[in-house]
């Protein structure tokens, strides 16, 4: 697969966390009122696995308050993390059933459907598990037919924003399996022209992608 590349690089990077006086408040979460490709984007990420905590930079107001407007109300937990009174993060946890209901009475995009739809895995492979025997790959741009999409746009400019301390967002995709047909989703297609690079996490012992890394 001349697409991918092979590497050894630092991709976890530290950055320098903020100190200070830690507080945390709970608000109560609003009525959905408004569905875009961000909001679906988190739930989906929350749809599977084990439920968990969602922890979302908040670099800056404008991030903030578009966490609270388009992705919060889609979420039964809301808490407010600060330091020394300034807000750095909104943890979210527990998608509302009515969250559920209008993701699955409308049509998705499919970049998200790629990345987290697909067959159910048969062989119990566990996609939140520790994998000992990995390799990561990075996607060479120049062997990938570069897609333009208005709406992906969006999405990808927003976590651009919200990560834009961090510089990375690692997730896990849904049944992704190491093979040349994953050059052709549009996920792909778009990120590997959008972002500064792309990296595929995969278990060598499966081939299953457990994580795809973002770098903005």
Known sequence: MQWLQPTSENLIEGYDEPQGKLSINRVESKQITSNT?????????????????????????KVYHRIMEEIAPYFERILIIKINNKIIEVSLQHVKKEALTILNNKAVHPVLNEFFHGEADKSGYNLFGQVPNRSVYKVLPHFIDPLEDPEVQQLFDFLKEMFSLKKYIVFPPKYWSLSDELKQLQAIRFAAHYCQDVYLWVDNDTERIFEIQFKF
Do not use: R, Y
């Open 37 to 61: 490709i961000i909001s679906d984007f988190f739930v989906m990420l929350n749809s599977f696995g084990e439920p968990g905590v969602t922890p979302l930079p908040a670099p800056d107001e």
